[in-house]
């Protein structure tokens, strides 16, 4: 019969987190303009409650009868991704592969009778001549390989293999209402309705932090709907019977 109420918030940040132990090793800072090993990281998780009686001044007294209680909570989390992953090096992408484990094939050389493939010919690629296996002539590039390599950056570590460190944006915002009232007619009755409505909308960034990058980042909305209603019927001091309805909807765009 009295009105009650919480409020609170919790706090996540990268100035609380610990650095990527393999990112830090590569010695280079994952997000760009951010000059900390540690992602930007910002994570707010929030939210009040108020329950009590209904009371309309002058209208109605829900002392003892009439009560609610509604809530709401929030999240807004930011939390990039990073990693290392493998892209062309600056050779590789002039079309010289002098720095691969292994001579490059003709993809169209393949003979099913003898199982055998071919290296690619011996060309020439920026004025130096190379043996088979190591030279594609830019003139030789397919529009594909072209539109594709254009899309990915350049190394920003060294090596050929795992030579790229990236961060991907991945955010989350969630927001979630809840009520409730209860209702008690007398003694032997009482009855309760309940509802919750929920929105959430995820977007995660591709490994060159784009979201319409080649990697396909995606986003992902998600909307939901709950109800549910009982009345609660005391025959006798052994003896109850309750009735229940209840009702969920859920919409997923992605």
Sequence with gaps: NRM????????????????????????????????????????????????????????????????????????RNTNPVTGTTTVPTALMRQGIFTEAPD??????????????????SSATCNGTAYSAGYCIPAAQFSATAKALMALIPAPNLSGTTNNYSYAENVSDRDDQFNFRTDQNFSD??????????????HVSNDLFNKLDGPNQGWTQTLSSYLFAAGHLWTISPDTLLQFTYGFARQKNLQ
């Design 188 to 201: 032997k009755h009482r009855s309760f309705v309940r509802g919750t409505r929920g929105a959430n909308k």
């Design 103 to 120: 001579v490059v094939y003709n993809p169209t050389s393949y003979s099913s009778t003898t199982g055998t493939r071919s290296a690619i």
């Design 4 to 75: 009650h109420g919480d409020v609170y918030d919790f706090i996540r940040n990268d100035k609380l987190d610990a650095a990527n132990y393999f990112t830090k090793r590569n010695g280079v800072y994952p997000y760009a303009g951010h000059k900390d090993f540690r992602s930007p990281h910002r994570s707010n998780q929030y939210g009040g409650l108020v329950s009590g009686p209904v009371v309309l001044p002058r209208l109605y007294s829900g002392i003892d009868r009439t009560f609610f209680t509604f809530g709401y909570e929030g999240v």
